[in-house]
């Protein structure tokens, strides 16, 4: 059986899927497919192992609706159509847990950056700025004993929240669809509504899925409501926030900084005014890019292809709906 790949993906995944006997075709040009193209390649195959910026739309389902699996490459699956794969019969899987302590470490850092104007300063030394030692220049904010909140206290949120607790003690408050009472003891983190996170946090880290209710969700009305001196950090997903709001929060001093490792949208234009902010930090949506990561999502694509194509349930089922029918 055939599989195709839409992006160069590491090895791991793909010996794994040829030791099945599989025949697999990767994606080689050095841009991202159009959907023609896509829809083409998919045709042709029996499993499609894609990334998040592949469109997985009803266009798309439903002319490749012969996919025995479709695999992301990603725990996030915004851009693929569940219910329509779901009413289709194409089960969809992810790669969930593998990325965690990866995706958090690139909060910790984001918050880290922000909090001493790290990456404005690097900018600044090659620039020539840097000159003598000004007592009253450059100073960032501590971050120990205040408080963490955290939009979505899943596994993410939750690697997150162990960061900070163990390097500043930090108090940690969230906000979630659902009570997490393990965090809550291991963390002593605190559930609150919307509105006090978004007034008790002096850091705001968001780790949510995007769908309808966190789309646009952090916007002017919501940083208005923030501390002064808060620090918005989201590694989750660009449209979670809405950038202008979060330009303008930033340059009135409605909030003190930002990190992002999503932004909206991606790539992020070399002109956004958020790179030449001082208190902010962006990266190129790299949180999973670490070599053990991104093996282990590698590897966990291919056992959900193998499953699905041996008529198996995926190890990680996105729809297992699918299942009960
Ligand atoms: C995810 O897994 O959803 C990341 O955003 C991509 O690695």
């Known amino acids: 059986m055939k599989v195709f ?5 590491p090895a791991q995944g793909i010996e794994l899927m040829r030791n099945e006997g599989l025949e697999v075709t990767v994606w080689k040009v050095d841009r991202p497919m159009t959907q023609p193209e896509l829809i083409e390649n998919a045709k042709q195959s029996d499993a ?13 389902l439903n002319e490749c609706r012969h996919l025995k699996v479709i695999a992301q490459l990603a725990v996030g699956y915004d851009n693929i159509d569940i219910d329509e794969a779901t009413r289709l019969r194409i089960p969809i899987g992810n790669t969930p847990d593998v990325l965690s ?8 850092l984001l ?3 922000a909090s001493r104007k790290a990456f404005h300063l690097h900018k600044s030394i090659i620039k020539g700025e840097w000159t003598f030692f000004r007592p009253k220049a450059n100073l960032g904010i501590e971050l120990r ?30 906000c979630s669809r659902s009570r997490n009472s393990s965090a ?27 769908n309808e209710t966190t789309n646009g969700l952090f916007n002017k009305e919501a940083f208005h409501k923030m501390k002064r001196s808060a620090i918005f950090i989201n590694t989750a997903r660009g449209t979670i926030h809405n950038e202008k709001d979060l330009i303008d929060a930033l340059s009135e001093r409605i909030i003190w900084g930002a990190g992002l490792d999503v932004t909206n949208p991606e790539p992020m234009r070399p002109s956004n005014p958020l790179l030449s902010m001082e208190n902010v930090a962006v990266l190129p949506h790299v949180g ?14 291919a056992e959900n292809i193998i499953h699905g194509l041996r008529g198996e349930k995926l190890p990680n089922i996105v729809n297992p709906g699918i299942y009960n029918r």
């Open 5 to 9: 790949i839409s992006r160069d993906i």
């Open 48 to 60: 499609l192992l894609c990334v998040f910026s592949d469109k997985i739309d009803k266009l798309f």
């Open 101 to 108: 302590e990866a995706t958090a470490d690139a909060a910790f």
């Open 111 to 113: 918050m880290l950056a």
């Open 145 to 174: 004993n205040k408080t963490l909140g955290i939009f979505g206290l899943g596994r993410i949120g939750t690697e997150m929240a162990k960061r900070c607790k163990g390097a500043y003690q930090m108090d940690v408050i969230y």
């Open 184 to 210: 809550e003891e291991l963390l002593q983190a605190r559930k609150v509504e919307f509105d006090e996170l978004l007034s008790q946090s002096d850091v705001l880290s968001v780790h949510c899925s995007l």
């Open 288 to 301: 999973s890019a670490t070599i053990e990561a991104r093996n282990a999502m590698s590897r966990l694509s």
